[in-house]
């Protein structure tokens, strides 16, 4: 952020408050992403103390697929530029996925498993979202309701391979996640974490689907 307030000239005093020019700037992209209304985004504060958003999650997968796909999301017709910088920020996530969250983290290995073609990033409180950018281009995002991150990883990667996101080799790659094992204080496995999700098919109004990428 410090960086960007470089690059555009903005000061950098008080950048962390959500009534920084910069800040704005943020919530307009999530606003234009989300296909939300400003005032329907709710702000709170992170970890590191910047500004947070909270929506709903189907607002959310509209800004994880069109970072999937950016111009089946029509973003150009508003804002010329913004799909070309969201390909741009795809393709480094996966570059370097390891600067997404960390050497050996899921996240990092679900890119890699991938190559990239998955892109994914957790939040607190069991939150999860994912772009997935082919063959059949989507956005995902998931809450656990507990807010636990035990279960998790396991549940991004059954909700993927019941989407046919996952190739076998890939899956496979990835199997040690999708099943984690428990351990008790002695070191003994005592159990293992099992993901059990069921999706439900809804039907779309065919004009909601036009240009709106799922």
């Given at each position: 952020?410090?960086?960007?307030?470089?690059?555009?000239?903005?000061?950098?005093?008080?950048?962390?408050?959500?009534?920084?020019?910069?800040?704005?700037?943020?919530?307009?992209?999530?606003?234009?992403?989300?296909?939300?209304?400003?005032?329907?985004?709710?702000?709170?504060?992170?970890?590191?103390?910047?500004?947070?958003?909270?929506?709903?999650?189907?607002?959310a997968a509209r800004a994880y697929a069109a970072?999937?796909?950016?111009?089946?999301?029509?973003?150009?017709?508003?804002?010329?530029?913004?799909?070309?910088?969201?390909?741009?920020?795809?393709?480094?996530?996966?570059?370097?996925?390891?600067?997404?969250?960390?050497?050996?983290?899921?996240?990092?290995?679900?890119?890699?498993?991938?190559g990239g073609r998955v892109v994914g990033k957790?939040?607190?409180?069991?939150?999860?979202?994912?772009?997935?950018?082919?063959?059949?281009?989507?956005?995902?995002?998931?809450?656990?309701?507990?807010?636990?991150?035990?279960?998790?990883?396991?549940?991004?990667?059954?909700?993927?391979?019941?989407?046919?996101?996952?190739?076998?080799?890939?899956?496979?790659?990835?199997?040690?996640?999708?099943?984690?094992?428990?351990?008790?204080?002695?070191?003994?496995?005592?159990?293992?974490?099992?993901?059990?999700?069921?999706?439900?098919?809804?039907?779309?109004?065919?004009?909601?689907?036009?240009?709106?990428?799922?």
């Amino acid at each position: 952020m410090l960086l960007a307030c470089r690059l555009l000239g903005l000061p950098a005093a008080d950048y962390l408050a959500p009534t920084h020019p910069l800040q704005e700037r943020i919530l307009d992209h999530l606003s234009r992403l989300s296909r939300l209304p400003r005032e329907a985004v709710g702000i709170g504060v992170d970890g590191c103390s910047a500004p947070t958003y909270h929506l709903p999650l189907e607002a959310a997968a509209r800004a994880y697929a069109a970072l999937a796909h950016p111009r089946a999301a029509g973003l150009d017709d508003a804002a010329p530029g913004v799909a070309a910088a969201l390909d741009r920020i795809g393709s480094a996530m996966a570059t370097a996925p390891e600067m997404v969250a960390g050497p050996g983290r899921f996240t990092t290995r679900l890119m890699a498993a991938t190559g990239g073609r998955v892109v994914g990033k957790e939040g607190a409180e069991g939150v999860y979202g994912l772009a997935v950018r082919g063959p059949v281009a989507l956005g995902a995002v998931l809450k656990i309701a507990d807010g636990g991150e035990r279960c998790r990883d396991g549940v991004v990667i059954d909700l993927l391979r019941q989407l046919g996101s996952l190739a076998a080799a890939e899956l496979a790659d990835l199997a040690d996640l999708r099943v984690p094992p428990l351990y008790n204080h002695r070191g003994l496995r005592v159990g293992e974490v099992v993901p059990e999700i069921e999706l439900e098919e809804e039907e779309w109004d065919d004009e909601e689907l036009v240009d709106s990428p799922r």
